[in-house]
């Protein structure tokens, strides 16, 4: 088929799902185009039939705005009529879906040949953050309502959907996936010991974009309660707003010297790879494709228990969830946790041994094939179960 994929360029999950669904459609025999404002980090190197299309948005001294919405409209017009596309999946429904409807609009008043079918994946930040604010909240529903089939990354964010929206319409889940093959734990003893120094200090680590709902203040007091119990650094990996807290509370902790901050990484399995626990105190999450990244190298996960991350990290499984805040539970578990070899590595077992269960691109991918045959073919898509 020929697929249209529309996402943020920038760091964040829905970038990085978008990006590896579009890389594995290619290989799968697809021809898949990537609109977006920029090569998306983890884009790669030249792969046959994945193509890259940015969105320019001119501005113009009349404009105080940036016109986003009506560029990236126009691009999916141009993209859809030069390649005959089947299918625009669109990652985040404000602007993305909303976008795509105009271009179908424009394309179906032009008699294009072919009308592209519309998917929409609902990520999180679209709904749960941004979404459902007053401002946007219509136009997200009515781009949600409006679309050919609607897929959310977890059960809780298909749940907010139809309660925060009041979306009435059917949600498919279909989870983010890793590369399992290389989403691996790698043997870096070198690389381990730059960062750890001797073999007794635990590594802890933390990604994120460091936006306000990440947390950083508790990654922040949990580690400095561990580091009162154990001998542990902090690898903080990612930049965003927030990172500057990271400083303050580092120096106000006196933990300073403890942490390493790391900055944008596009690598993350080796640092992930030298990890004895990845912290991930978030006050909401969809999904948590961080952690499960982390788990997928082995990394016992605590987290707060909140959106999707009980769907991701299995409680007392393959790491703890804790209530949103409980800095003190947090620390207590991943003590707890580092502080017994046996069961640190069960449960780092068993967090690799999920990941390559339920969330692998081989089992991930045919769903949003099976998806797209469903909408271009006209009927309901079918849902596949896990
Ligand atoms: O929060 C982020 O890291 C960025 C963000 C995004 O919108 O790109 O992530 C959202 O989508 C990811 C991929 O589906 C999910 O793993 C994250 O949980 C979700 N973030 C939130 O819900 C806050």
Do not use: W
Not at 274 to 292: C, M, N, R, T, V
């Amino acid at each position: 088929m020929n697929v249209g994929i529309i996402c943020y360029a920038s760091i964040g999950g829905s970038g990085v799902v978008a990006t590896e669904l579009g890389k594995a459609l290619a290989v799968r025999g697809h021809s898949v185009h990537i609109i977006s404002t920029d090569v998306p980090f983890r884009m790669g190197e030249f792969q046959a039939g994945l193509a890259f299309h940015q969105v320019l948005t001119p501005t113009y001294p009349l404009f105080r705005e940036p016109q986003y919405l009506l560029s990236l409209a126009n691009k999916v017009v141009q993209v859809a009529r030069q390649f005959d596309l089947d299918v625009i999946h669109a990652h985040y429904a404000v602007p993305h879906a909303t976008a795509a409807l105009l271009a179908r609009q424009v394309l179906a008043t032009s008699g294009a040949a072919r009308v592209p079918k519309l998917v929409a994946t609902l990520h999180g930040t679209d709904i749960t953050l941004v979404g459902n604010d007053p401002s946007y909240s219509q136009i997200v529903a009515y781009s949600i309502e409006q679309s050919d089939a609607v897929t959310a990354v977890s059960d809780s964010l298909r749940e907010a959907t139809s309660r925060e929206l009041g979306v009435e319409r059917s949600i498919q889940v279909i989870p983010n996936f890793l590369d399992c093959s290389l989403h691996r734990r790698l043997d870096l003893p070198d690389l381990r010991r730059r960062f750890a120094g001797d073999a007794g200090t635990k590594l802890i680590v933390h990604v994120s974009n460091y936006r306000p709902v990440k947390r950083i203040d508790l990654v922040m007091e949990v580690f400095a309660r561990i580091r009162r119990a154990m001998p542990a650094r902090l690898l903080l990996v990612g930049d965003g707003p927030d990172l500057g807290v990271a400083y303050r509370l580092g120096r106000e902790l006196g933990i300073a010297s403890f942490v390493d901050v790391l900055g944008a990484q596009e690598e993350v399995v080796p640092l992930l790879s030298i990890a004895d626990l990845f912290l991930l105190p978030s006050e909401q999450e969809s999904f948590g494709l961080a952690a499960l990244e982390a788990m997928a190298c082995q990394v016992p996960v605590v987290a707060s228990r909140v959106g999707g991350l009980p769907e991701v990290v299995e409680d007392g499984v393959t790491g703890r969830l804790l209530p949103a805040g409980d800095v003190e539970g947090m620390a207590a578990s991943a003590v707890e946790l580092l502080s017994d070899p046996d069961r640190h590595r069960a449960v780092a077992q068993a967090a690799r041994r999920r990941v390559l269960d339920r969330f692998c691109a081989d089992r991930i991918v045919p769903r949003y094939e099976a998806c797209y045959r469903a909408v271009a073919g006209g009927v309901d898509s079918p849902s596949i179960p896990l």
